[in-house]
């Protein structure tokens, strides 16, 4: 299988150079909204894509809306109707020709939040045109190109003239979802036998909540598969990546996977080519666990239910640092001892455009150019490494390119999501054993791994590995109930041993007693 991987990277890089690129993140908190629906037990939300015109995120409660929602009829906003008519007057505009006229429930619409779809492919202007004069409060575009999966983006004026329309009569929230959003919100009251029932649009919710996104993380699709590739801004807070940074402090390693010497604990692993993938790339590995602190324990629980995989399959945060020069070649995220599903790298700091340092999936299976994620300060990037049958993905293969300033420096926090939820060997002993050292688990158990499997295979390694570790404890137990027996037993035997002495010193005092009296009496005669 090293083989196979080192044929597929060195094939990846050669077709990756000189190749232009999509680049991400091309969405901003700026125009991130939320709609929110359910009560206080259980809430649902989904993200949004603001409209470039119409009210901004910016604008606060002016921006903010509570309302119903209702489907747009016809659903399309045109249906039957003919959006390009030819008894229409030549004379109009194309903006004006496109105007297919108020939704035939209008009566419904007024007041509440408006869901049309583009699958008739009128203008974002054009549809906030249909919705401000049916009477809507605000506008949903589902987003229904079959090939964009979840992308989403915000919506513009196409011309001058709707330019100028929108800046005098679109007084209403515009925004996009996705089409699997769409179905969400249409479906978010249905069980098993209201199909036909959420298509007339009755398990909608009966209101629902639009408000900006602000710091509130929110997602951004890049690839829809083959490898799966989305990114999640403000997934961290500021604080956040600067207290990662500041546990990693003075614990970094330099990386040398020329080494024949695999660290399966840490997925720190050889390089398959013996050339060196890592180029001047620092590295730690910070063993917290079940037993972190809360900054841990937060953004866990966060990572937890944004991506909804459960806490205890994650690995902990393996922090990486790059300076100017530092370069990671394509390579794979594979372990052999522990499959991992998913990784999520996190950008912790900024870096300027011009100064590289981009992370690049060089071979989507899309067929569309190249994947490029700048760094930004939060923004997690996440792909999977296996398909939906849990089979190794082999366009996952990604690379750092290179830093290019004189002083520039990136870190990155990678966190890795396993197949299997870890055993309490991982999660608890582990980091028990490392918390003395700052979270920096000493080689020894890393070589100790190694040699199991080069005596025992992976599969019955991995097993003795976990009964070894847990043993730990019961070892640390029994030498504590040794120490605190021996100590009891020592403080019992210390008062008889003081006595004794006093019981001869007091003969002694009689003896010498008796004696004097002795030899006054004698001398007395």
């Not at 629902?208 to 509130?216: Q, T």
């Not at 055993?423 to 980091?431: D, F, G, S």
């Amino acid at each position: 299988m090293m083989l196979l991987h080192m044929m597929l990277i060195c094939s990846h890089a050669a077709q990756a150079s000189e190749q232009s690129y999509r680049i991400f993140p091309q969405r901003t908190s700026k125009e991130a909204a939320v709609v929110e629906w359910g009560h206080s037990a259980i809430i649902s939300a989904l993200d949004g894509a603001v409209a470039t015109f119409g009210p901004q995120t910016s604008q606060g409660a002016n921006f903010e809306v509570e309302t119903g929602v209702v489907l747009a009829d016809p659903i399309d906003g045109v249906g039957k109707r003919s959006k390009n008519d030819e008894e229409q007057d030549v004379s109009l505009s194309d903006f004006e020709r496109d105007y297919p006229g108020k939704l035939k429930n209008s009566d419904q619409v007024y007041g509440n939040m408006l869901i049309m779809t583009d699958a008739a492919g009128l203008s974002g202007v054009t549809m906030a045109r249909i919705a401000k004069e049916s009477g809507a409060a605000a506008l949903m575009v589902v987003n229904t190109d079959q090939q964009t999966g979840d992308f989403i983006y915000s919506l513009e004026p196409e011309s001058e003239e709707e330019q100028a329309y929108a800046d005098k009569h679109i007084d209403i929230p515009v925004i996009m979802v996705s089409l699997q959003a769409g179905n969400v919100i249409t479906t978010a009251t249905a069980d098993e036998n209201d199909t036909k029932d959420a298509k007339k649009g009755i398990s909608l919710p009966e209101r629902i909540r639009l408000y900006a996104g602000g710091d509130r993380p929110f997602f951004e699709d890049a690839i829809s598969s083959g490898p799966l590739v989305y990114l999640i801004h403000n997934m961290l807070t500021p604080e956040e990546c600067d207290e990662l940074l500041r546990m990693a402090e003075g614990k970094y390693e330099t990386v040398d996977d020329t080494k024949g010497v695999n660290n399966y604990l840490e997925n720190s692993f050889v390089d398959p080519e013996k050339g060196g993938g890592a180029i001047n790339v620092d590295r730690t590995y910070l063993w917290n666990g079940g037993v972190a602190g809360k900054t841990i324990k937060d953004i866990d629980e966060r990572m937890s239910q944004v991506m909804a995989f459960p806490v205890e399959h994650f690995s902990d945060f393996q922090i990486n640092k790059f300076v100017s020069g530092s370069s990671y070649k394509p390579h794979y995220d594979i372990n052999d001892v522990n499959g991992i599903m998913a990784t999520v790298t996190i950008f912790l700091n900024d870096v300027p455009e011009d100064e590289g340092g981009e992370l690049v999936y060089s071979k989507p299976g899309d067929g569309g150019d190249p994947i490029m994620i700048r760094p930004k300060k939060g923004l997690a990037v996440v792909h999977h490494n296996t398909d939906e049958n849990y089979q190794f993905d082999q366009t996952t293969v990604q690379e750092e390119l290179p830093l290019t300033g004189n002083s520039s420096v990136k870190y990155i926090a990678k966190k890795f999501v396993y197949l299997n939820p870890q055993a309490p060997a991982y999660r608890i002993v582990l980091p028990l054993i490392a918390m003395p050292f700052g979270g920096k688990l000493p080689n020894f158990f890393s070589t100790l791994q190694n040699m199991l499997i080069e005596t025992f295979g992976i599969e019955a390694a991995h097993g003795y590995f976990v009964k070894i570790i847990m043993m730990i404890p019961m070892l640390l137990l029994f030498l504590i109930a040794g120490v605190v027996s021996n100590f009891v037993s020592s403080n019992m035997k210390q008062p008889d041993q003081s006595e004794k002495p006093k019981k001869k010193t007091t003969k002694k005092a009689d003896t010498n007693g008796k004696s004097n009296g002795k030899s006054r009496s004698k001398k007395t005669n």
